[in-house]
Structure formats: C-alpha cells, structure tokens
C-alpha cells in the first residue's frame, strides 16, 4: 500500500503529525501556568434519581479555559496532566474546590470527585489530603464520592486495596468508574470496598439495538444490587433509554436526558427542584446551559 501514497501525502501526514506534536507540547508548557493563571474550572453533572427527579449526587468535571484555543476538554489535557505530574496540584484543587462548593447547596445531594490513578501512587498521601480537605470544608464525609477507573486497581492490588479501604473508614463513598470499558471483571466488585459502580455510556448507548449490551446491563446490575452496591448508568442521552434502564435495577441516571455538566451557579438552583426528563433530542435542548 506504501508505494500508493504520493509525495504530497507524505508530506501531508507528517505535517499533521507534527503539528499535534507541537499541540501538545505546547499544552504541556501552558497546563503549568494554568492553575495560577486560573483557566481551570469545574461544572457539575447531576446524578439523578429516575422515580423522583431529585439530584442524589453532582459529579464535579474539570475544563480548561485556555486564553487562545478556548475551551479544552478533560480528555486531551488530563493525560498531559498525568504524564506530567500537574494532575496532583491540580487533583487537590479540584478536591478543594468542589467541596467548598458542595457546601453551598445546603442539602444532603452528594459530591462526586474524579481521581487519577496518579493520585494513588503516592501512598498515604491521599488519604491524608482528604482527610484534611474534609476538616478544612465542613464536608460530612457521608456526602463525598471518590471515583477511580480500574486502572487505580491494576497498579498494586495490596496498596491500592489498603488506601481504599482507609477511604471507607473515613466515611466517604468510593466508585468504580467506567465499568465495562476495560478489565474490570466481576471479581473486582467482590474484592474491593465501592460503595457504587458507573456502568459506562459505551454500553449504556446501544441498548436500544442490542438486546446483548441489555442483558449485561440486566446482570451486572442485579449482581451489584445483591452485593449492596449502587448503580448508575452513564450517558443517558434519550427518553427511550431512560425507560429501558429503570426497568432493571438501576438507581440512578448521569445523561444529557437530565442534564448536561453545567456552571457552578447553575447547578445551585438546578438542584433545589426535581429534574425532569427531556423529552425528544437532548442535542437540541438547552434548557439547563
Ligand atoms: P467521567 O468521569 O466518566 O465523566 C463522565 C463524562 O461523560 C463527562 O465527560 C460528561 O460530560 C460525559 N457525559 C455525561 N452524560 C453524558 C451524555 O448523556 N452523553 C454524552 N455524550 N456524554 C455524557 P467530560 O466532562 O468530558 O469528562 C471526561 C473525563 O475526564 C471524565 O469521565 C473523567 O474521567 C475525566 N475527568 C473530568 N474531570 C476530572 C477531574 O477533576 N480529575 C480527573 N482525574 N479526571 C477528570
Ligand atoms: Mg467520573
Ligand atoms: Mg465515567
Ligand atoms: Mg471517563
């Protein structure tokens, strides 16, 4: 096939492969500045309880805000952050951030926090900064959901096992995050303490045509309920899927069919009433931005 590209092409690809090249690099060099500079922020995504429409939880995600390309999405800068280490100042700024801010929605709606494997690999250290971040806030720990992904739990099993359970004892609610997207198998559920898994959008997306994803919904989600642990389907976009999960044992729904990630502020007044569904395309709704 090699022999088929022309000269031009050539050039061409590398041309885009330097220019994503020098992006990153680029990115890597301003992500430092951009904690003091302020350009990080966070809006929140409720976690909402179909039968009743109130908020039960409000996921904090994080943005940049960077000064020329605008708005950069956590999943091209977190790696760089990761890669560099900048996601442990910027992880304990979210942690902070986001639990003063729980604080003013005076009501028992949960905080959830994402953590970076990152996070994990400096023992003990996490621990503490919760601890303290709990002291200095105010947050009743009952109130604050850390998510991790597998990939916490692939590191060390016996060190990763202990932090999370000292997490627990703290009070706080741990979740699995993105369940079904890698290796996280079922032997997971039973080894480690959560309190909650989020079955991820990828599955939750095609149960409409696929009776096969509905059947591992079905099943993992009635193997949780028996294990006491929660269960929350992600990235329910539509009205159709909204009645097909709260047929089987899902307590709570993430999805643009409630609402999408919205400002701080926003969220404050979102929260004091229930959330109803949108019904028809969420793509065209804007209601809740
Ligand atoms: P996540 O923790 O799985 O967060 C859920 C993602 O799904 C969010 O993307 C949210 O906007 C999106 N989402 C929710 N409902 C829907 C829906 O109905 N349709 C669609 N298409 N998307 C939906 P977002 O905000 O872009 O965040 C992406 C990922 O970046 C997060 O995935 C999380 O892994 C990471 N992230 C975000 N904030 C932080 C943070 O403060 N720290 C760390 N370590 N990671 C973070
Ligand atoms: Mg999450
Ligand atoms: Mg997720
Ligand atoms: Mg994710």
Known sequence: KAKNIGRGQIVAYTATLSTDYDKRVAL????????????????????VDPRSGRAICCEALLRWRHPTLGIIPPDVFIPIAEATGLIVPIGTWVLVTACTEAMTWHS???????????????????????????????????????????????????????????????????????????????????????????????????????PRTLAIIKGISQIARELHIERVAEGIETFAQLERVQSFGINAIQGYVFSRPVAAAVLRELIKQPILPIVGSPSTATHHT
């Open 108 to 210: 028992d709606v949960k905080l959830a926090v994402n953590l970076s494997p990152v996070q994990f690999r400096r023992g003990r250290e996490i621990v503490d900064l919760v601890t303290r971040i709990l002291t200095t806030t105010g947050l009743p720990p009952r109130r604050l959901d850390l998510e991790i992904t597998e990939s916490v739990l692939l590191d060390d099993n016996a060190a990763t096992m202990s932090l999370l359970e000292d997490l627990r004892s703290l009070g706080v609610g741990i979740s699995l995050d993105d369940f079904g997207t890698g290796f996280a198998s079922l032997a997971y559920l039973n080894d480690f303490p959560f309190s909650k898994i989020k079955i991820d959008r990828k599955f939750t997306q095609d149960i409409d045509e696929s």
């Open 28 to 47: 890597e060099h301003e992500l430092q500045f951009a904690l003091d500079n302020h350009e990080l922020y966070l809006e929140y995504q409720p976690i």
